[in-house]
């Protein structure tokens, strides 16, 4: 069951587009959404992250601060994004790291790339403009534009022909 959300309203400092399509056990807060996109089931979007217009996000996925999405994007089931090169749960001496003990570092999906089910995608990289990241991959550097790329670490298959 999908829950069709009011356009421009904000839940959550949550910046929703016209004829947005969200379903159920979404978690939402301090993103941006664009027009006609659809949020699959479980899947959270957190601050600072951005979805561009008409993308469809499949259920399950992790999308994490700093991540941006361009317009016509897919990203299917599962997919996970880092936003942290170094991840530590404490700092030097102990205790938990805050917001304040580490830097994100962006993430760009360019218009109407795909990224399959189960992709890992690490931070500071660029998935060029359609490109298709194969499910499962684990993608460690930049994807060239038009280009098919898989395997872990991902690379480049073939260049798509369009």
């Not at 969200?22 to 301090?30: A, E, K, T």
């Not at 790339?113 to 660029?126: E, F, M, P, Q, Y």
């Not at 298709?132 to 395997?151: E, L, N, R």
Request: with cysteine; net charge neutral.
């Amino acid at each position: 069951m999908n829950t069709e959300i009011t356009p421009k309203k904000n839940i959550n400092n949550v910046k929703l587009g016209k004829d947005v399509k969200i379903f159920d056990f979404v978690n939402l807060y301090g993103c941006e959404i664009g027009d006609n996109s659809k949020i699959g089931t479980f899947v959270e979007i957190q601050k600072g992250a951005s979805i561009g217009k008409n993308c469809k996000i499949s259920s399950h996925t992790f999308i994490c601060e700093g991540v941006h999405l361009e317009d016509d994007c897919f990203i299917g089931h599962g997919v996970m994004f880092i936003n942290d090169k170094l991840p530590r749960a404490t700092v030097e001496g102990g205790g938990l790291q805050t917001e304040s003990d580490w830097a994100c570092v962006p993430t760009y999906i360019r218009k109407g790339a795909s990224v399959g089910s189960n992709a890992t995608i690490l931070c500071g990289i660029s998935v060029g403009e359609k490109a298709i990241v194969g499910a499962g991959s684990v993608v460690t550097k930049d994807v060239p534009a038009g280009t098919i790329v898989a395997g872990n670490p991902a690379r480049v298959i073939r260049k798509i022909e369009m």
